[in-house]
Every structure is written in structure tokens, then in C-alpha cells.
């Protein structure tokens, strides 16, 4: 076949977690239906939960560009990745993957007569190492944030807030100091609206260490990619482009791949989100509630809580009168479990409704949803951003803590709660939200939701992002 036919070929790396690899995949529907061919990079372990959980099947059968190809993290098949023993798997994938990953790329593996040798990179900033082979071999490499871009605008400041003395500080310490030395936060960014590894009071700290070097690691690239949007985070964007100036902003990217695929006249396959199973009937249960009654409430994927901080929460939403719908996952309990009291489960099944996992794009979209309490997740975050839901937010960990603070202090799309689930706090935030001053929420909500699908459309700051990305890999 004439080479010169054939459409160019990127292979996407994401961070072996369910985040990062779910956003990812979306980036490369996106550059399949833009006509490019796309080998998706994962490890075993995530290859084994695409299989068992995902809809990757019908994903192959949707694209006949895209290719799944497997790398090994390094570790047995029982390291649990997670936890403590998360950064044992970012040591392994630049010691072993690393050395493998090279090997593929030089290997002829990934070309065909039909399939060009990859032409492009595109992978989680955080693994620098993939940058260093891109570099051997010759490749141009893109990077990929995950994260919102004051997060990462907050990740490239820890030297500044080191230089500074304002980093290390102890969890007692006095968590309300505001912070100086982060350029475009001043005046409303606390010690508590840093990430919450920040707290641990030890510059050795293993999570701040993994992102003091952003700021010299992601310039080195040939652009940077972020699923986020021009309205949402200008005045990030901008501190960013000081170091990173190629910047391609293409998100809320679960829209945009709706978008692009309504566009072409084709709908979209079910989300490939889930780790566990959606129940359903909450859609049902949902039908049949007031429109804009309901407050949704779920903390993610990864965090977990006491059943002290369980009851807390339960018994700030039944007091606030609120209706609502709680996702308590099966493994987000730290302890052992107690009865529940009668007046509890009284009070929720008269208007509450508990599932384990629910199908949130949906639940968000649904007209009776009038409110999420939420952790304050990146995905979560966007998804209630383009839905137009008012949030409660109560980060748990990472990045959560710099995204809790934007929506309550910038945005102005709802509350942060963060570090305190006392019932009377609780009960008095819902109220706020759902009740005192539903009306000025979502009149922020409406008008930023409609900013998000502005930029996905033609002639919006996405679609124009994501056509010249596609352009710039294509001249590649
Ligand atoms: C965390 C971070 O906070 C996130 O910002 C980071 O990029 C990755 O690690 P997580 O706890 O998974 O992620 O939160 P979030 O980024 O909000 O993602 C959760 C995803 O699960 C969302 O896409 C949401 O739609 C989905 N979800 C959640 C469901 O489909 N059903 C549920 O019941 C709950």
C-alpha cells in the first residue's frame, strides 16, 4: 500500500488508572473519527479490568482504526496498585515499562502493511519517561493532563511554595494562612485548598515529590493537552502558557465525543466509566420526583469514609428535608458497619433512594437533579459543569482540594464543605444550596453550562483546539 495513503498513527499512553484511562479513551474516539489511526497503550492490570468491566468489545467493532496493545507495569498480578503501594507502580513503569516500551516502539510491532510505524505520542505528562524514549527514537510526543488546570497550574508552583517557606506546614497548623506565592490564587487560596498531600508537613512526603518536577517536565514536550475549557479556566490557562505555550484545551472531552459523534450522525456507545454495575432503577425512581428536587450525591471512584463520617452525612441529608439520591459504592466504608437507625431509614425511603454505582452522566442530565454533593472529582466535576447542576463539595484527596475551592470561590457554581460532614453543617449547606439560594446557583450554573456547550460547537474554543490538534499530528 502507498504509504502516503495511509492516515497517520498515534499511540496514546494513559496513566494506568481508571481516571485517566477513561478520559483518554474518549481522546482517542475522538482522533479515530477525525481520521487517525490510534494504538491504545495499557498496562496488563488495566487491560484485565477493560475486559471484566468496560465495553471494549463494541469499541473495536465502532473503529476500525483503533488497536489495543498491552505493556506490563512490572508488578505481579497481585500488587494491589493502589493506596500506599501506588507509588510502588510509578517507580516499576520507569524502571520497567520504560525498557519495554522502547522495545515496542523500535520493535515493528505496531505497523502494517495497512498501518503506518507510529508517527505521534500521546501520554500522561506524569510519566516522564515516556518523553526521554519519544527523544531516542526520534518521535514528537504531546502530553495529557487529566487533572483541571488550576490543579495543575498549583502542582507547578510546589517549588515556588517550597522557596518560599510556605510548604511544609503540619495538618495543625493553622489551615486558613492564606497562600502568597502562587501567582493568579492570591487572596482566596488557603493552606486547606491545597492539594491534601500538602498537609502532611514533610517535604519527603512520596505524592509531593511525584509532582514537584510538572513545572520542568511537561514544557518538554510538544504540547499539552487538557480536558478542560477556555471560559471554565482562562486565567489558569494563561499562567500555564508561560511555560507551556502549545496548548490544546479540547475538553469537557465526555461532550465533546458526544458532539463530534452526533455530528457525524452516529450515537454514542455506552460510557466505559463504570467499575461496577449501574443500577438502573434510580432513572425510575427519578422519573418520578419534582423537576429540580433531588440532590444527587456521590464521591467517586476512589474515596472512602468512617461510618462515623457516614451517619454524619445521613443524618445532615434527612434533617435537611431534601430529596435525595446517595451512591454509597461497596468499598468506601473504612469500618465495620452499625445498625441504622429506624427514623433513618424511615426518612430515606420516603425520599431517598441509595444505589451502589448509578449511570451519572445520566442521573446529572436528569431534570429532576437540582444538586450534586460531590467529591469534587475532575470528571465529576465537568460532568455537572455542562449539565448546569449547582454543587456541595467535599474533596477528598489530590486535586479535589484546589477544584472544591474554584467552584466555591470562582466559579461561584455552589459551596465547598471541605474538611467538616457535621450533620448541622450538612444539613445547613443543603438547605443553602437546594433552598435559600437555589435561584443564584443555578442562574451561575445555567450561564456556565451553556459556556461548556458553546465551546464544543463549531467556531467554539474546543472544536477549534481539537481540529488543530488534529491538524498539527497530521503534519507530523
Ligand atoms: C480521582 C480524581 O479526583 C480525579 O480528578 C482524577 O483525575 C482521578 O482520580 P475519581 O474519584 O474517580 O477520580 O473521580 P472523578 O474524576 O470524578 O471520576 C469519577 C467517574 O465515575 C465520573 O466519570 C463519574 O461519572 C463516574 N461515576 C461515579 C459513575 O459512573 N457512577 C457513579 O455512581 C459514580
Known sequence: MDQKTVPRHVLIFPLPFQGPVNSMFKLAELLCLSGLHVTFLVTHHIHTLLLKYSNI???????PRFRLQTISDGLPD????????????????????????????????????????????????????????????GLPIIYVRTISAACLWVFFCLPKLIESGELPFAVDDDLDTPIM???????FFRRRDLPMFCRSGNLA?????????????????????????????????????????NLYTIGPLHSHLKYKLAGQSLSPLPSTNSLWKEDMSCITWLDSQ??????????????????????EFWYGLVNSGSRFLWVIRPDSLTSDPTEIPLELSKSTEE???????????????????????????WNSTLESVIEGVPMICWPYFLDQQVNSRFVGEVWKLGLDMKDTCDRVIVEKTVRELMEDRKDEFRKSADEMAKFAKQCLMEGGSSYGNLERLVKDIKAM
Open 290 to 311: 419534582p423537576p429540580n428536587s433531588v440532590l444527587y450525591v456521590s464521591f467517586g471512584s476512589l474515596a472512602v469514609m468512617t461510618m462515623e463520617q457516614y451517619m
Open 205 to 245: 512526603d512520596p505524592n509531593l515529590n511525584l509532582y514537584l518536577p510538572e513545572v520542568k517536565e511537561n514544557p518538554r514536550a510538544h504540547g499539552l493537552i487538557l480536558n478542560t475549557f477556555d471560559d471554565l479556566e482562562g486565567p489558569m490557562l494563561d499562567q500555564i502558557r508561560a511555560f507551556c505555550p
Open 78 to 137: 497481585d500488587h494491589p496498585r493502589s493506596g500506599d503501594q501506588r507509588m510502588e507502580m510509578f517507580d516499576s513503569l520507569k524502571i520497567n515499562t520504560k525498557i519495554l516500551f522502547k522495545e515496542l516502539l523500535t520493535s515493528g510491532r505496531l505497523n502494517s502493511d495497512s498501518r503506518r510505524p507510529v508517527t505521534c505520542i500521546i501520554a500522561d505528562g506524569i510519566m516522564g519517561y515516556t518523553c526521554d524514549v519519544a527523544n531516542d527514537v
Open 181 to 187: 506565592s502562587i501567582p493568579g490564587v492570591e487572596g
Open 351 to 377: 425520599r431517598g433512594y441509595i444505589v451502589r454505582w448509578a449511570p451519572q452522566e445520566e442521573v446529572l442530565a436528569h431534570g429532576a437533579v437540582g444538586g450534586f454533593l460531590t467529591h469534587s472529582g
Open 57 to 63: 468489545q463494541s469499541r473495536f467493532d465502532a473503529y
